[in-house]
């Protein structure tokens, strides 16, 4: 059982992450859903939803969380940082956290603590202004 604090600090990572995705109407766990032409077919919308409602699970708000403290590690740039995209940040940041966060998860805790992001078109990733480390690894 979560300490009464735990709950807390889970619930506001919620209510942060929910925020985010009202904002972000096409962003899910996967990343930006992406399509092509400009009408989507109903079953990539369907899918879209399915995966935002998945973010909002438990296992998706904890995936939320650990991308926000492993972030709050970096400086935040004002330019995009285009040396990496959001999926190789994903990685480096369950390498470090030492469990699996989701593409969409990362760019979400990006966009909730400020980060600079930008969609990159035709993919589910995105390219975000972290800059260098704060904290020695």
Not at 11 to 29: D, F, I, N, P, T
Not at 43 to 59: G, M
Request: aromatic share 8%; net charge positive; charged share 20%.
């Amino acid at each position: 059982m979560r300490e009464p604090n735990s709950l807390q600090l889970c619930e506001e990572a919620k209510v942060s992450l929910a925020r985010v995705l009202g904002a972000y109407r096409h962003l899910s766990a996967n990343g930006f859903c992406s399509w092509h032409p400009v009408r989507p077919p109903a079953t990539i919308l369907d899918k879209c939803e399915a995966s935002r409602a998945h973010l909002l699970t438990d296992f998706g708000v904890e995936q939320f969380e650990l991308a926000r403290t492993w972030l709050r590690k970096y400086h935040r740039r004002q330019s995009i940082n285009r040396r990496c995209s959001s999926y190789t940040w994903k990685h480096q940041a369950e390498n470090e956290e030492g469990a699996y966060i989701s593409n969409g998860a990362l760019i979400a805790a990006a966009l909730s603590l400020g980060f600079n992001v930008q969609h990159i078109l035709g993919t589910p990733n995105a390219y975000v202004g972290i800059g260098k480390r704060l904290t020695p690894t």
